[in-house]
């Protein structure tokens, strides 16, 4: 069964940093890795899409990596602003006959003016 | 274009009582997913529907929990006989069809309080 951790579960960090949320799969025979932003009391949006054939994608501010051997995935944001504060989540794709995606617990991101 | 569409927003329930959730998926989006978010839960699976084949009902935690896609577009999550665990946020997500290039769009949830 796939699992997918999310370290830290919470970050704070000032206005301008650059900063990594870390994303780790058990079982990395993926289709594909998405990441998500959720406000409070919002639903989920979707930041970028990683297939597995693909290493990295890249959105403005955000860049997304994949390593499948590894089971990992990192979310770079550079220049923080207080707008990126929110919880972001990772969630897995499979491979096989499931359809669903396995998603983290997620990092709760504050970044402060 | 519309994004995913939910309704109600919230709903509030007593316990015992049966309610309905809807979906309205992205138009022309064949694939559709109802996901429930809770506390100490997190997000997890219940239900997968793509065209006109038969659901994966797979996430489903109970058969007090049903639901149906008419004309491949309009989703009912059914939820009977409610109780206080079902409290959560039912999220529902489309895309355009099962590939490692479709991403899954999320519409804003329902929150169920069961009383």
């Known amino acids: 069964k796939q699992e997918v951790t999310q370290i830290p579960a919470a970050l704070s960090v000032p206005e301008g940093e650059n900063l990594v949320l870390n994303c780790s799969f058990t079982?990395?025979?993926?289709?594909?890795l998405q990441w998500f932003r959720q406000d409070p009391g919002k639903g989920l949006t979707s930041l970028l899409l990683?297939?597995?054939?693909?290493r990295e994608q890249t959105s403005g501010r955000l860049n997304a990596s994949l390593d499948k051997s590894s089971g990992r995935s990192t979310l770079y944001i550079a220049a923080s602003q207080p707008g990126d504060s929110a919880t972001y989540l990772c969630a897995v794709g499979p491979s096989g006959s499931a359809r669903q995606l396995t998603f983290g617990s997620g990092t709760q991101l504050t970044v402060l003016p | 274009g519309a994004g995913v569409s939910q309704s109600p927003s919230n709903k509030v329930t007593e316990k015992g009582k049966d309610v309905e959730l809807r979906c309205d998926p992205i138009?022309?989006?064949?694939?559709l997913y109802w996901y429930r978010q809770s506390l100490g839960q997190g997000l997890e699976f219940l239900i997968y529907?793509?065209?006109?084949?038969?659901?994966?009902k797979s996430g489903l935690p109970s058969d007090r929990f049903s639901a149906e896609r008419t004309g491949g577009s309009v989703s009912t999550l059914t939820i009977q006989r409610t109780q206080q665990e079902d409290s959560a946020v039912y999220l529902c997500?489309?895309?355009?069809?099962?590939?490692?290039?479709?991403?899954?769009?999320f519409g804003p949830g329902t929150r169920l309080t069961v009383l």
């Open positions: 990683i297939q597995s054939s693909q």
């Open positions: 529907f793509q065209g006109n084949s038969a659901p994966d």
């Open positions: 079982d990395s025979a993926i289709y594909n």
């Open positions: 997500a489309s895309s355009l069809g099962y590939s490692s290039y479709n991403e899954q769009f």
């Open positions: 138009s022309g989006h064949t694939a």
